[in-house]
Structure formats: structure tokens, C-alpha cells
């Protein structure tokens, strides 16, 4: 079992740039959720994807837009990147009904 | 909002105890979660309580208050490799679901065990 995997592992980014990160989920899992975590933060909830659909959002702007595939993985996108959007972004799945969350590694963004 | 406490930062010896503290102020409950996180990896998952009392896993224990808003964590016989941030997070009972799955996590308490 892979667990959760996300790539890419590290990205360097302009400001005003767009970004798409990607997730793939534990095997057996189907929802996803985002977080972003700058140094020295605990994790920031970004949204949570099920059956390919939003289900909850955390309070980020618009230009934090996310997708779901059949096959559960999910990409986060970010548009008119910031200096302020530096940071890891972690992807976490479980199946839906269980408390227990899975990270993955994360993917470092930096914004120049 | 939603506040979740936790202190920056403490130092313990090894083979020693150590407890980690959180506090919470939050809209709903609906469980507490202990993460560990090395620097530049995930979180990885400690612990879960969703009842007041404590919970033990092997050398990690945790344990929760809901009518005081608080939980700690226990590391007993700390090792070299328990260095690490340590993460309190509420799970909020929002969502189509009920039973939701947004996390909302404090700033992390950064242990260091020294010999």
C-alpha cells in the first residue's frame, strides 16, 4: 500500500502564476481534504472533496478551487499566486465514515 | 472563531516523561486528534479521544476534559527520535455528513529531548 501520495514534492512559483498540485489517496479511501501549512503553523484547512464534489471549505478565497476523479485523487489549484501562499500543502484522505485522517508527504510551494 | 492553545515549545531529558497540554475554545466537538510531525515530513497520527478520559498507546497517552476544554498528551521513556512538533487538532462537527472531517489545529509544541 502506497499511501497517500502528492506531487510534486517541491515547486517554485512567480507571483501572479497559477499552480495545480496533485493527490492520490490511500487505497479504500474516497475523501480528500487540503490543508496549507506555513512555517512554523499547524496545518490551515483549505476544502474537503467527496464523490467529486466539494463538501466543506475552510475560510480561503476563491483563488484556492480544487477537483475530484472518479478514482478519488484530487488536485488543488491556485491562481494569482502570492508571496503569502509559501507554504506545504498537505493532502489527507480517509474513507468516509472513519475518524482517522492519512497525510501525505506534502508539496512545498514557493513563491517568488 | 476557533482557539486552540498549545505552548511553542519544551525541552526534555531523555527517558524522561513529558506532558504536552492543549486547550480549546471551538463552535462544536466532535473528537480531538494528537498528531507528531518531524520537520519537513507529514503528520503522522498519535492519538484520537471523542470521550473524556485517557486513552494509551504504548508509550503515548492522551487525555481529554470536554467540559474543560482540554487535553494533554504523554510521552514516557522519550528517545532521541520523539524530537518533534506535536500537534492538537478538534474536529469539527461540520458537513453534509454530520459527522464532518475539517480539522482545526494549533500552532504545534516543538519538544526537543536532549540527552
Known amino acids: 500500500d502506497a499511501g497517500v501520495t502528492q506531487s510534486p514534492t517541491h515547486l517554485i512559483k512567480t507571483r501572479g502564476q497559477q499552480v495545480t498540485l496533485r493527490c492520490s489517496p490511500k487505497?479504500?479511501?474516497?475523501?480528500v481534504s487540503w490543508y496549507q501549512q506555513a512555517l512554523g503553523q499547524g496545518p490551515q484547512f483549505i476544502f474537503q472533496?467527496?464523490?467529486?464534489?466539494?463538501?466543506q471549505r475552510g475560510n480561503f478565497p476563491d483563488r484556492f478551487s480544487g477537483h475530484q476523479f472518479p478514482n478519488y485523487s484530487s488536485e488543488l489549484n491556485v491562481n494569482a499566486l502570492l508571496l503569502g501562499d509559501s507554504a506545504l500543502y498537505l493532502c489527507?484522505?480517509?474513507?468516509?465514515?472513519?475518524?482517522?485522517?492519512?497525510f501525505g508527504p506534502g508539496t512545498r510551494l514557493t513563491v517568488t | 472563531g476557533q482557539n486552540i492553545d498549545q505552548p511553542t515549545e519544551m525541552t526534555a531529558t531523555e527517558g524522561a516523561i513529558v506532558q504536552i497540554n492543549c486547550t480549546y475554545q471551538?463552535?462544536?466537538?466532535?473528537?480531538l486528534f494528537w498528531y507528531q510531525q518531524h520537520a519537513g515530513e507529514a503528520p503522522t497520527f498519535l492519538s484520537y479521544?471523542?470521550?473524556?478520559g485517557l486513552e494509551e498507546k504504548g508509550r503515548f497517552s492522551s487525555f481529554l476534559s470536554r467540559s474543560k476544554g482540554y487535553s494533554y498528551l504523554l510521552l514516557k521513556e522519550l528517545q532521541m527520535k520523539d524530537s518533534a512538533s506535536y500537534l492538537c487538532?478538534?474536529?469539527?462537527?461540520?458537513?453534509?455528513?454530520?459527522?464532518?472531517?475539517?480539522?482545526?489545529f494549533g500552532t504545534g509544541t516543538q519538544l526537543k529531548v536532549e540527552l
Open positions: 489527507a484522505s480517509r474513507s468516509d465514515g472513519s475518524y482517522e485522517q492519512y
Open positions: 479521544n471523542v470521550l473524556d
Open positions: 471551538t463552535s462544536g466537538f466532535n473528537g
Open positions: 487538532a478538534v474536529r469539527l462537527p461540520e458537513g453534509l455528513t454530520g459527522g464532518g472531517n475539517k480539522l482545526t
Open positions: 487505497s479504500g479511501h474516497d475523501t
Open positions: 472533496y467527496y464523490e467529486e464534489e466539494e463538501r
